[in-house]
């Protein structure tokens, strides 16, 4: 199940396929004027455009007046919900509030005079809308959702919407864990649409769903495309496409949990990308071994998402040195990436380019993705080596702030004038001499 690669013989075409994530690059690119199409169809037709896309692509047929989820079905959802499925989502919410309150606090408006009576600075606010779109094709995934609107609802984005698929082969319905988490944190405009045509109706606005000036939630090849085709009309798009993660391991880890740990990010589906990275074969040998025993204990469309991730996507690769693992995982730029060593600490110091990182097996992927508080939202795509995870951060925007006072004018003024003439522009200049200026 797991392929094995050797870094040293892998030709520049390999290490491309590797790179860019295997068929989900090559799937996109197919993908794309299909994409094009739907998204131009729901920014002219509107809602009978998203009617139609989740006929045709979901098998779901609702009218308009469906498209908004109701206080019944959120009343629904907290009395259906199960009692511990409840219980583990108010501790996510909690962990990963904690972590956003925390970064809130080190994200505050500032002034600083940097000479006398010249004082800059800056206002930090929330932005003022934001759409958070949730998947739904392949699972139930209200730890998404809760990874996305939890750091908006800290940072006191004033409008919020949530765009979820309907539950797969179902009657329309949103998935109750998807709604307990929206009622959690207050957030009651969620609408049941297509993934992709759900994108353009948040970019662009319908009769039933408000335009927004940010979309932001990971998806399919199809929603992460939708993603990139509203950003050139002018919307802030965070787009995350497929999961991908990579371990990082020497001779001290565990096989048993190497093999869990690479399983638990290869079930996501075909298109997931995952890379088992050691100097040492009798790591790899003993990896390969328990992934195939635990494998086969997983149902058959997990399994199948796995032999994609570990054969065809990802697998091991040997290397010549724990420093050259280092290396290739910076060249990866994973968005998961597990160090799996002796010493994760020393190693992590090493690691430049990762959405998170992960300090030894105590922390499978599983806890980051749900409980550890961290982001799970994060860059994919070779992203995680300029950006990183959706946090507070990504709903704050800062608006700079000056204040001179007479004499601290007169200190720059001469510098002003200079550069305005130099420039060009007389009115810059004058706007100096006008005020005493020479």
Not at 259 to 269: F, I, P, R, T, V
Not at 420 to 427: N, P, Q, R, T, V
Request: charged share 20%; net charge negative; glycine share 10%.
């Amino acid at each position: 199940m797991m392929r094995q690669l050797v870094w040293n013989e892998m030709t520049d075409a390999d290490k491309a396929w590797v790179h860019q994530r295997g068929s989900a690059a090559q799937s996109a690119d197919e993908l794309k004027p299909a994409i094009h199409a739907l998204v131009e169809d729901v920014r002219t037709r509107g809602d009978a455009a998203l009617l139609d896309a989740l006929a045709r692509f979901d098998h779901i047929e609702i009218d308009a007046s469906g498209i908004a989820v109701t206080p019944e079905e959120f009343d629904q959802a907290m009395v259906r919900i199960d009692h511990g499925v409840h219980t583990a989502i108010k501790q996510m919410l909690g962990n990963i509030r904690a972590f956003n309150e925390a970064l809130l606090e080190r994200r505050q408006s500032w002034t600083a005079e940097i000479a006398p009576g010249h004082t800059i600075g800056e206002k930090i606010g929330p932005v003022a809308n934001a759409a958070l779109f949730c998947p739904s094709g392949k699972a139930s995934y209200p730890s998404v959702l809760a990874q996305v609107a939890t750091p908006a609802v800290v940072a006191g984005v004033p409008q919020l919407s949530v765009i979820v698929p309907p539950a797969p082969g179902g009657d329309g319905a949103v998935d109750d864990a998807v709604l307990v988490v929206a009622h959690e944190l207050g957030l009651t405009n969620v609408y049941r649409v297509n993934g992709p045509a759900g994108v353009a109706a948040a970019a662009f606005g319908t009769e039933t769903i408000p335009a927004h000036g940010m979309i932001i939630g990971p998806g399919s090849p199809p929603v992460a495309l939708a993603q990139l085709e509203v950003r050139s009309h002018g919307v802030d798009t965070v787009v995350l496409g497929p999961t991908e993660s990579m371990v990082v391991a020497d001779e001290s880890a565990d096989p048993v949990l190497l093999a869990a740990d690479l399983l638990n990010e290869a079930e996501h589906g075909t298109d997931s990308t995952v890379l088992l990275v050691t100097a040492s074969q009798s790591v790899i040998d003993a990896a390969a071994a328990e992934v195939k025993r635990q494998a086969a204990l997983l149902p058959d469309v997990r399994r199948e998402a796995a032999a994609s991730a570990l054969g065809a996507n990802g697998g091991a690769i040997l290397v010549d040195s724990i420093g050259k693992a280092i290396d290739v995982a910076n060249w990866f730029a994973a968005e998961h990436c597990q160090l799996a060593v002796a010493d994760p600490w020393a190693t992590a110091e090493l690691i430049e380019h990762a959405g998170e990182l992960l300090l030894g097996q105590n922390v499978p992927f599983s806890v980051g993705n749900f409980t550890l508080g961290g982001p799970a939202a994060l860059p994919t795509g070779g992203w995680a080596n300029r950006a990183g995870g959706i946090t507070v951060e990504q709903f704050l925007k800062a608006g700079a702030i000056g204040h001179l006072t007479p004499d601290a004018l007169r200190a720059v003024a001469d510098s002003t004038i200079a550069l305005s003439d130099h420039e060009g522009f007389d009115a810059h200049g004058n706007a100096i001499r006008i005020r005493g200026g020479n």
